[in-house]
């Protein structure tokens, strides 16, 4: 039983066959997807898909990359959706000094602004941190983001910056590029990150894990990531899966006692 604690279901990458790529999910184990959707633009279409399928939530804000299209009416809408049952985080929220799609002091306004909606609305945030550790790590702690807590999506710091994280209540989530052959100094970190903390997530349609690297990823994949990480661990599958489970049934909030009464 495994969860992917983020995907991108909405993209045009998936328009063609997202039942079978939900179908090939479940026959992989992963009981659960959960959607995210970066934009205005999309956030109906991830709701949608969140509404169709009983194992698909949805996650709903502001990419970095997004951060200059908010305009007065954005907040309110997004405040609104995020009200619905579907909706478990607001995310991704953070900052891309990578690729720098929208200027950085936008970003980091809108990183602000989201964090004070999300305490707001009383849900945990997602976090899309490229090439800014040191300005992420300084957002989430003069707005308090301890109040909310959340996920490091992709996590791409050192070990002292995990520790900080991890200190705040926050968990960071592994994708498939742990399992790429140059990836040696991720493995070195992963390693030692308490397993506490630590969630699994395919980023798809991106980042897809070794043998499918450069090819579209799917949820199904993740199978892959986790077999990665267990063996880094050295622990078994089962183990693995079962507590990162557990972790993101914990930080999205979701009641157990509804998974088992499923049937
Ligand atoms: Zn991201
Ligand atoms: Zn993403």
Not at 79 to 107: M, T, W, Y
Not at 247 to 255: E, G, P, S, V
């Amino acid at each position: 039983m495994l969860i992917d604690s983020h995907a991108h279901l909405e993209m045009p990458e998936f328009k063609k066959d997202l039942e079978e790529v939900i179908e090939r999910a479940k026959g992989s184990g992963v009981e659960y997807i959960f959607t995210v959707g970066t934009e205005r633009k999309d956030w109906n279409d991830t709701l949608a898909i969140s509404n169709k399928y009983s194992n698909v939530y949805a996650i709903l804000g502001i990419h970095p990359h997004n951060a200059k299209t908010v305009d007065s009416e954005t907040y309110s809408i997004l405040k609104n959706l995020c009200r619905h049952e579907k909706v478990k985080a607001l995310g991704e929220i953070g900052l891309d000094f990578f690729r720098n799609l929208s200027p950085r002091d936008i970003q980091l306004r809108r990183f602000r602004e989201q964090i004070g909606l999300a305490k707001e609305l009383g849900l945990p945030i997602v976090i899309h941190d490229r090439e800014a550790h040191q300005e992420t790590l300084e957002i989430l702690k003069t707005e308090k983001a301890e109040a909310c807590g959340g996920i490091i999506h992709c996590f791409s710091g050192d070990y002292e910056m995990a520790k900080e994280c991890i200190t705040m209540g926050f968990y960071l989530s592994i994708p498939g590029s742990i399992t790429f052959k140059n990836a040696e100094r991720f493995r070195e970190i992963v390693e030692k990150i308490p397993l506490d903390s630590l969630l699994i997530e395919t980023d798809a349609p991106f980042l897809s894990p070794e043998p499918f690297r450069g090819k579209r990823n799917e949820p199904s994949f993740i199978l892959y990531t986790a077999r990665k990480i267990a063996e880094i661990k050295k622990i078994s599958l089962e183990k693995l899966a079962q507590t990162t489970t557990e972790n993101a049934l914990r930080i999205y909030r979701i009641k157990s006692d509804k998974r088992f009464n499923k049937g």
